[in-house]
C-alpha cells in the first residue's frame, strides 16, 4: 500500500499532495495528516472524487485510508488528459482595464461555484497580481487549492511586479513546470 | 464567498455595480465585488457583499451617492432573504 506524510504541511498542500498520489497508487493509499482543515479538505476532496476515506484518529494525527476509484467524471464530460489555465493577465478579453479586471475577479469567482474544475491554474505576466497579496481573489484560489487546483504562478513574473515576498496563493513555478504542463495536457484553457 | 447574515445588493447596471464598488472602497468600507448567485437574478450578473458590521455605512454611503441598490438581500442559511424596507 503506497503512503503519504503530510503532517506539518501547510494548505492546500496535503490535497495537492494526496491528488498527486492518487493519480499514481494502485489499490489503497494510506495518509498521515494533521486535524482541522487538512482532515476536513482532503476528506472532501477525497470522497468529492469518489474514493472512500476510513478515518484512524492517532495521537495528535489522523490517518486516512483511501479506497476505491475516481468517479469517471472524464468519461462523462468527455474530458481527457488535465485540463490546464493559462491566466496570462489580471485582465480578462480587450477592452476598457477596469472592466478587464472585474471580468476576470468574476470569472474566478465563478469558477469556484463550477462542479467540474481545471486541475491546473498557471498565472503568468500580469495574471501573478491575482495571486499575490492585495488581490481580492486570494480566499477563492484558496478554496479551488482545497479542490485539488494546482494554483501556481511563474516565478520571474513575481520577480518582475516585486511581488515574490507577497505570494498568498498557491505555489511559484518556473518555465520548465509552465511548458511542461501545457504540452502534457489534454487541454489548454487560455484566459 | 458570501456566508450566513452576510447582505448581497443587486443593481440594475454594470456601470452603477462599478460605481457602487469605487464609491464604498475609496471610503475603505469592507466589501467585495462577487458574481450574483444564481438564485438571485441579476442583469448584470454582480453583486456587492458585505457584511451585517458595515451594513448601515454602506447604505448610507449609497443612498448619498443615489446609487441605492435594487434589491437587497440577506443570507439565511442556505437561503436568501429580501430585505423589504427603506434603504431603498
Given at each position: 500500500m503506497k503512503s503519504l506524510d503530510v503532517r506539518g504541511m501547510a494548505c492546500p498542500g496535503p490535497v495537492v499532495s494526496v491528488k498527486r498520489a492518487l493519480e499514481t497508487a494502485v489499490g489503497e493509499l494510506r495518509v498521515?495528516?494533521?486535524?482541522?482543515?487538512?482532515?476536513?479538505?482532503?476528506?472532501?476532496?477525497?470522497?468529492?472524487?469518489?474514493?472512500?476515506?476510513?478515518?484512524?484518529?492517532?495521537?495528535?494525527?489522523?490517518?486516512?485510508?483511501?479506497?476505491?476509484?475516481?468517479?469517471?467524471?472524464?468519461?462523462?464530460?468527455?474530458?481527457?488528459?488535465?485540463?490546464?489555465?493559462?491566466?496570462?493577465?489580471?485582465?480578462?478579453?480587450?477592452?476598457?482595464?477596469?472592466?478587464?479586471?472585474?471580468?476576470?475577479?468574476?470569472?474566478?469567482?465563478?469558477?469556484?461555484?463550477?462542479?467540474?474544475?481545471?486541475?491546473?491554474?498557471?498565472?503568468?505576466?500580469?495574471?501573478?497580481?491575482?495571486?499575490?497579496?492585495?488581490?481580492?481573489?486570494?480566499?477563492?484560489?484558496?478554496?479551488?487549492?482545497?479542490?485539488?487546483?494546482?494554483?501556481?504562478?511563474?516565478?520571474?513574473?513575481?520577480?518582475?511586479?516585486?511581488?515574490?515576498?507577497?505570494?498568498?496563493?498557491?505555489?511559484?513555478?518556473?518555465?520548465?513546470?509552465?511548458?511542461?504542463?501545457?504540452?502534457?495536457?489534454g487541454s489548454v484553457v487560455r484566459l | 464567498m458570501v456566508k450566513d447574515g452576510d447582505y448581497v445588493a443587486i443593481f440594475n447596471s454594470i456601470h452603477r455595480v462599478m460605481e457602487a464598488e469605487r464609491l464604498l472602497k475609496a471610503k475603505h468600507l469592507k466589501m467585495l465585488l462577487i458574481p450574483a448567485p444564481r438564485a438571485l437574478a441579476a442583469d448584470c450578473g454582480l453583486a456587492v457583499r458585505y457584511s451585517e458590521d458595515v451594513r448601515g455605512e454602506v447604505e448610507a454611503a449609497l443612498a448619498q451617492a443615489g446609487l441605492l441598490p435594487r434589491d437587497l438581500y440577506r443570507k439565511t442559511g442556505d437561503t436568501y432573504q429580501k430585505v423589504e424596507g427603506n434603504h431603498i
Open positions: 498521515l495528516l494533521d486535524d482541522g482543515a487538512p482532515r476536513e479538505n482532503v476528506k472532501r476532496f477525497a470522497e468529492g472524487r469518489g474514493y472512500q476515506v476510513q478515518e484512524e484518529p492517532l495521537e495528535g494525527a489522523f490517518a486516512f485510508t483511501i479506497t476505491g476509484a475516481q468517479r469517471q467524471t472524464a468519461a462523462i464530460s468527455g474530458r481527457a488528459g488535465a485540463v490546464v489555465m493559462l491566466i496570462g493577465s489580471d485582465r480578462l478579453g480587450d477592452g476598457p482595464e477596469e472592466l478587464g479586471r472585474l471580468l476576470m475577479r468574476n470569472f474566478i469567482m465563478t469558477l469556484v461555484e463550477l462542479p467540474e474544475l481545471p486541475d491546473r491554474m498557471l498565472f503568468i505576466n500580469t495574471g501573478v497580481l491575482l495571486t499575490a497579496r492585495g488581490s481580492e481573489v486570494i480566499e477563492v484560489l484558496e478554496a479551488l487549492g482545497n479542490r485539488g487546483v494546482e494554483v501556481l504562478s511563474c516565478g520571474i513574473c513575481l520577480d518582475f511586479f516585486q511581488k515574490k515576498e507577497l505570494l498568498a496563493a498557491g505555489g511559484v513555478t518556473n518555465m520548465f513546470t509552465i511548458a511542461e504542463s501545457l504540452l502534457q495536457a | -
